[in-house]
Nanobody, 115 residues
Framework: QVQVVESGGGLVQPGGSLRLSCVNS????????MGWYRQAPGNYREWVAS???????YYRDSVKGRFTISRDNTKNTVYLQTNTLKPEDTAVYYC?????????WGQGTQGTVSS
């Protein structure tokens, strides 16, 4: 059974940073492309960034240059370093495979950017 546990969210001021983590179990992590997704109130869940099995990274335009996705296969963990945060980055952040396995969403971690 696949389990994912996201953490690292919180309340930060505009311009601040958060480092999100997602620990995975029950899946062949090193052989899985992974992604971060987010859902803001009243919006659909959207893709934010993804990383391939060989470390290639991809980002949505609005976070390029500010967010960095990385992975540690020895810890079955994917990270999202978020810098220069804006109020519009406020959302619940989730990790999943890329493309996502719809039955395997975790609880997410809330990131709130506000002064």
């Amino acid at each position: 059974q696949v389990q994912v546990v996201e953490s690292g969210g919180g309340l930060v001021q505009p311009g601040g940073s958060l480092r999100l983590s997602c620990v995975n179990s029950g899946r062949p992590f090193s052989r899985s492309a992974m992604g971060w997704y987010r859902q803001a109130p009243g919006n659909y869940r959207e893709w934010v960034a993804s990383i391939s099995t060989d470390g290639r990274t991809y980002y949505r335009d609005s976070v390029k240059g500010r967010f960095t996705i990385s992975r540690d296969n020895t810890k079955n963990t994917v990270y999202l370093q978020t810098n220069t945060l804006k109020p519009e980055d406020t959302a619940v952040y989730y990790c999943n495979t890329y493309p996502p396995e719809e039955q395997n969403w975790g609880q997410g971690t809330q990131g709130t950017v506000s002064s």
